[in-house]
């Protein structure tokens, strides 16, 4: 796969670390492209078919996971999610900065394959804390919360896993304070 002149920017983190509100703070610079993965949860209030995600039944995801049509795939919490693979080739083709927002085992898969790029683990100031700002969020139920926690607390060990020798992860950034966070991301890509 050639990675052009470009950047590939790999951003994780637990569910209510505040990857999503750093990857919204990315986007808006203007050498800054970004992935729309393909997913088979349910379409959540205030999200749009296409701008947040490419919202496909399960069959339709697994068709196009066996046309190789996507780059990474992984089961997060009973769906699917998957990296559509052409626009990344194109924006790094192009020499932008391509940000991916995706959870570890995608992350792994990466990896595995010695894609070149720069990978950041966002982590909550602690596993308390994150209950917080899920519950203050208040998008998912009480035992979607629950499950999610279990889920952060396998991601924030598995994001201190090995790969080959290397860490999954570049750099781990403790989401504090959200400014700072943005700043200090913004300082990995652009040094
Ligand atoms: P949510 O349902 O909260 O939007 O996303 C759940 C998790 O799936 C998040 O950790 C998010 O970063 C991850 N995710 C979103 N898109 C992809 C993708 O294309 N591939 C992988 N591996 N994870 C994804």
Redesign the pocket.
């Known amino acids: 796969m050639s990675t052009g002149q470009g950047k590939l920017v790999v951003i ?4 209510g670390a505040g ?1 999503t509100s750093v990857c919204r703070a990315l986007k808006r610079r203007p050498d800054v492209e970004f ?1 729309v ?3 088979t ?1 349910q379409l959540r209030a205030g999200e749009r078919d296409g701008v947040d ?1 490419h919202f496909l039944t399960r069959e339709d995801f697994q068709r196009r996971a066996a046309a190789n049509q996507f780059l ?3 089961s ?2 009973g ?1 699917l ?3 559509p693979r052409w626009p990344m080739d194109q924006a790094l083709a192009r020499g932008r900065v391509f940000l ?4 570890v ?3 792994r898969q990466l990896r595995e394959r010695g894609v070149p790029g720069l990978y950041v683990f966002i982590a909550p100031p602690s596993l308390a804390e994150l209950r917080c700002r899920l519950e203050k969020r208040g998008s998912n139920g009480a035992a979607e919360i629950d499950q999610r926690l279990r889920i952060a607390e396998a991601e924030m060990a598995a994001a201190r896993e090995l790969v080959a020798g290397a860490p999954l992860y570049d750099v781990t950034v403790t989401n504090r304070d959200l400014d700072a966070t943005i700043r200090e991301v913004e300082r990995l890509i652009w040094p």
């Open positions: 994780s983190g637990p569910s990857k992935s993965s393909a997913t949860r995600y990474e795939w992984a997060y919490n769906n999610y998957g990296t991916l927002e995706i959870e085992a995608g992350t």
